[in-house]
């Protein structure tokens, strides 16, 4: 229950939305959040995401653009009771108020036909589902990658550079695709990727994939900028499920260490990984894009002075910078080794660093002592376009620890960007991952069809993996390794003959601005 002003003897406060309505500049900022209102200017500076996202909502009802992008008791945990100055007198509200049609966590799904989950063979058609249920902000935060996209749709290319070398007339009967992932057990060696604001695309957000991953066996990395708090989250989990954490680092240092410490607590995550990728977000032009044409033109002339106030900048119109920008201002450019090292003498759990990308890095985390593992990884695409491939990142640091003595099993090496095929997963196994992580592919799962989708996305990639092992000669997962894929094609960056066929079909091509038709 959101704060009030009154003492539970007292009945809240109605105030009329024309009262709201003048109140609404930096310096006196009031907004409706769940027919309640709140007078934010204190909490202003405080915000994660910075002033403007809620500059922008002053005077109005911010509830759905609150709603899909913050689990509960976020109000509670960061809004003092006093902050509550009552609750809106819902006879005032214009007829299309978000205050009138939203309740509490709500999600961006649209209601469409969509295919029966027995007619969905591959991730390429969750992806096409996905794409027709959620709405367009939700999708566009899902699917964007940085600027002109080009290591976004090199993360899927590479893959089809890489050519499999079967060997025959071996006993595949039985084939088990199982493995273990930082010492537990998992059904594949997949687990799933952290991905923020699950609630964009159900109602139960990162829930719905706890579940799913706990029914079919595999490891779930809970992210920091989940839709659900730590609580639902462990509240979905079963008495046996593996969690992993990842972790932005605040610059609060307290504040991180306080977050890791509850998600070992709460959801008994066996490892924290450290997104060091991320010392400023990417410009994901289809999300900025999307926030841009949702504010309404009045919006944007109304808070023209504010926001050349709070920027410094001399443009007549200040573009919202999407839902990725909302929600990540708390991260610290600052981030560091010593911080690392700090992490890992504080925590029981293993620390690994998500988002690695050179032989040199990889070198330097192995040779520290205190790392257990690095996730090569550029960000789903989402941080510096033209940025090489997961895949080829993998192949050189492999390549490279190998050469120092330093590929050790001890130091396990995960990697993430592009997998959408079990072919894939077997590839990267054998350039020298231990295990391989899904974001999007999951996202548009539970989109689409919820814990069912979920578990039908991990049976297929089962079917997949298993049939590709089996037609490779391998029966376990431990003998997959680089004899078994030819990679001379690997670093070539140019349009080949080899197109991927259903990834270009579900594939959103970048848009410029249309010119109005007025």
């Not at 500059?55 to 509670?76: C, K, L, M, N, W």
């Not at 996209?149 to 025959?168: G, H, M, S």
């Not at 990679?487 to 349009?495: C, K, N, P, V, W």
Request: glycine share 8%; charged share 25%; hydrophobic share 35%.
């Amino acid at each position: 229950m959101a704060p009030t002003a009154s003492s539970n003897s007292q009945k809240p406060r109605l105030i009329p939305f024309s009262e709201v309505q003048s109140h609404t500049s930096k310096d006196d900022c009031w907004c409706i959040i769940y027919n309640k209102v709140y007078n934010l200017t204190p909490f202003l500076s405080d915000h994660p995401g910075g002033v403007k996202p809620i500059v922008t909502y002053a005077g109005r009802d911010a509830t759905a653009a609150f709603d899909p992008i913050h689990p509960p008791g976020t109000i509670e945990k960061f809004l003092t009771p006093e902050l509550c100055l009552g609750e809106i007198d819902t006879t005032t509200l214009p007829k299309d108020s978000p205050a009138l049609k939203i309740k509490p966590q709500g999600n961006e799904v649209q209601n469409v036909e969509k295919p029966p989950l027995t007619a969905i063979f591959n991730t390429f058609d969750f992806e096409s589902v996905a794409r027709s249920v959620l709405r367009p902000n939700a999708w566009a935060y899902y699917s964007s990658g940085a600027e002109d996209e080009q290591t976004l749709q090199e993360n899927r290319a590479v893959f089809l550079r890489v050519y499999l070398k079967p060997r025959v007339l071996r006993n595949v009967r039985l084939v088990n695709p199982s493995t273990s992932l930082n010492g537990s057990p998992s059904a594949l060696p997949i687990y799933i990727s952290a991905t923020a604001l699950g609630r964009l695309g159900h109602p139960d957000g990162e829930m719905v994939l706890t579940r799913g991953a706990a029914r079919k066996g595999i490891i779930q990395m809970i992210p920091t900028l989940a839709s659900c708090s730590l609580d639902e989250i462990a509240s979905a989990m079963d008495s046996k499920q593996t969690m992993w954490f990842q972790v932005y680092v605040n610059k609060d240092r307290e504040r991180t260490k306080t977050l890791i410490q509850e998600a070992i607590q709460k959801c008994r995550a066996s490892a924290v990984f450290v997104t060091v990728d991320a010392p400023q977000l990417g410009r994901r032009e289809k999300d900025m894009r999307t926030r841009f044409v949702d504010a309404p033109p009045s919006v944007q002339s109304q808070h023209q002075s504010e926001n050349v106030e709070m920027e410094g900048k001399d443009e007549e119109v200040e573009r919202d910078k999407g839902a990725a920008q909302a929600i990540t201002g708390f991260i610290d450019p600052g981030l560091n080794w010593d911080d690392i090292k700090d992490f890992a003498s504080t925590f029981g759990a293993p620390i690994y660093l998500k988002g690695v990308q050179t032989a040199e890095d990889a070198i330097l985390a192995v040779k520290t002592g205190y790392v257990k593992g690095i996730v090569v990884s550029n960000h789903g695409g989402r941080q510096v376009d033209t940025a090489r491939s997961g895949l080829e990142c993998l192949a050189e640091i492999t390549g490279a620890l190998r050469k120092e003595g330093l590929l050790r099993p001890d130091f396990e090496i995960y990697m993430d960007g592009g997998i959408r095929r079990g072919s894939d997963i077997f590839k990267a196994l054998a350039l020298g991952a231990r295990g391989v992580g899904l974001g999007r592919p999951f996202l548009y799962a539970m989109s689409s069809y919820g814990r069912e989708g979920v578990e039908h996305l991990i049976d297929l990639l089962r079917e997949e993996f298993c049939a590709v092992m089996r037609m490779m000669g391998v029966t376990r997962v431990d003998q997959i390794n680089g004899s078994y894929v030819q990679t001379g094609s690997l670093e070539t960056h140019s349009d080949g003959r080899v197109k991927d066929g259903l990834g270009a079909e579900v594939y959103e091509r970048m848009k410029a601005v249309a010119a109005s038709k007025l």
